[in-house]
């Protein structure tokens, strides 16, 4: 029994589900809209401000689309509630980053500045060494920033480049002289 995908997903004030044919469901609300096509072998159904999310039969295919499928819609709930945001750290000597309108210019230790422009519906702010990228689709959000790292991964001896501010950096020992 997929323990996710029993669960109700409660519907707040303010915002508005609508499950079209073939299993396209948008979420309005404050933020934004969105809108996605789900697997069509799900049931989903709307009814007293909730959703629900049922499964056909019991197959193994069956029961990994029921987890899924829920989570997605609760992702697209939250992200026009509240929205997602995940945070970067910089560290290193002359590392930096700044904000230009809608680009990201990244001085990363190469020859020649990184400059990144924002997805539409993605938004990024600088404050000190930290990059702080916000927006209501949580894939997309979790894709920029893992592209904003992979700029300048963190490496194991100094720490040196981009983190994400929850990442612990296994540091490694360097070299030691001969005795």
């Not at 029993?6 to 499950?19: E, L, N, Q, S």
């Not at 929205?83 to 980053?97: D, F, H, M, Q, W």
Request: charged content about 30%; hydrophobic content about 35%; aromatic content about 4%.
């Amino acid at each position: 029994m997929s323990r996710i995908g029993m669960k109700p997903i409660a519907i707040p004030a303010g915002v508005t589900v609508d499950i079209a044919e073939n299993n396209k469901v948008t979420v309005k609300g404050a933020k934004g809209e969105l809108s996605r096509v789900l697997p069509q072998k799900m049931i989903i159904k709307q009814e007293n401000g909730v959703v629900t999310v049922e499964r056909p039969n019991d197959l193994k295919e069956m029961k990994a689309l029921h987890g899924l499928t829920r989570t997605l819609i609760n992702n697209m709930v939250i992200g026009v509630t509240e929205g997602y945001s995940k945070t970067l750290e910089i560290n290193g000597v002359g590392y930096r980053a700044a904000k230009e309108g809608k680009n990201l210019n990244l001085s990363l230790g190469y020859s020649h500045p990184v400059v990144m422009e924002d997805p539409e519906g993605i938004e990024t702010k600088v404050e000190d060494n930290k990059i702080i990228v916000s927006g209501i689709d949580k894939e997309k959000v979790g894709q920029y920033a893992a592209i904003i790292r992979e700029k300048r991964p963190p490496e194991p001896y100094k720490g040196k480049g981009i983190k994400y501010s929850t990442e612990v950096i296994r540091r490694k020992v360097g070299k030691t002289g001969k005795k």
